[in-house]
C-alpha cells in the first residue's frame, strides 16, 4: 500500500511525481496525474475543471469545490438545529423527527500551475481534438474513471492501492519536509480550517521529540550564557 508520509527525501518524492505522470499510457493520462500530483487538486475539482478555467498566459486555474452537506431542521418552526438537540432552541419544542435539507456549498479558488503541468494540458487538448468531444471539461469522465486511472499509473509502477489522494498527500507531505509555508498550504489544497491541513503534517513522534528537544537545548544555552 503506497504511503506519501513514509517518504522523508524531497528529492525522492519529486522523483517519484516525475515517475507517476511518465507512467501514463497516453497524454490524457500524463496530464490527469499531473495536475492532481502538481497542485494538489481534489479528484471531483480536476473532472470539474472547465477548458476557460485554465489560464495558459497567467499560469493559473480556477478551482471550483462543490460540497453538498445536510442540515437539520426544526419539524415545528423549521429553525436550524444541532445532532444532540431534543429540545428546539428556537421555538422551545420537543424535536420527534428532524427535518434534513441538502445544501450545496460553492466554493471557487485560483492556485498557480507550473509550466509542466501547463504544457501537458495543452497537449493533451490538442492530441483530443481526433475524438468526437467539444464539450468545455477538460477531462469528461468520471470520479469513478479518474481512480482507475490513477489505479492502473500505480499498477505499472508496482505500486497497490493507489489513488488521487495519495496525490494530494504526496504534495502535503514534500511541501512540508522543505520547511514551506502552512498557511499558504492550505490555501493551495482550499481548506476552509487550517486543522484540516494539519491532518496531511507528518506526526511522527520521534520528529515531535527532536524539535521539542532542539526547542529547549535553545532555552538552556540562552539561560547559560545569561548566568555567565
Known sequence: MFEANS???SEGQVEL???????????RDKAFASLLARTGVRVSEAIGLKI???DFQSGTLTIVHLKEKSKLKCPHCGGN???RHLFCPSCGNKVGKALREKVKHRRQRTIPVDHGTLGLISKYLQWRDRFPYRGPLVFPFSRQRGWQ????IGRRLGIKGL???NFRRLLATSWVNKGLDTKKLQLLLGHTNISTTWRYVDSDFEQLRDECEKLWETKSNETT???G
Do not use: S
Not at 17 to 26: D, S
Open 163 to 165: 489513488h488521487p489522494h
Open 149 to 152: 486511472i490513477i489505479e492502473k
Open 225 to 227: 550564557d545569561a548566568k
Open 7 to 9: 517518504m522523508k527525501d
Open 52 to 54: 476557460d478555467d485554465v
Open 17 to 27: 511525481v516525475n515517475r507517476l505522470i511518465a507512467a501514463g499510457k497516453n497524454p
Open 81 to 83: 438545529l444541532g445532532k
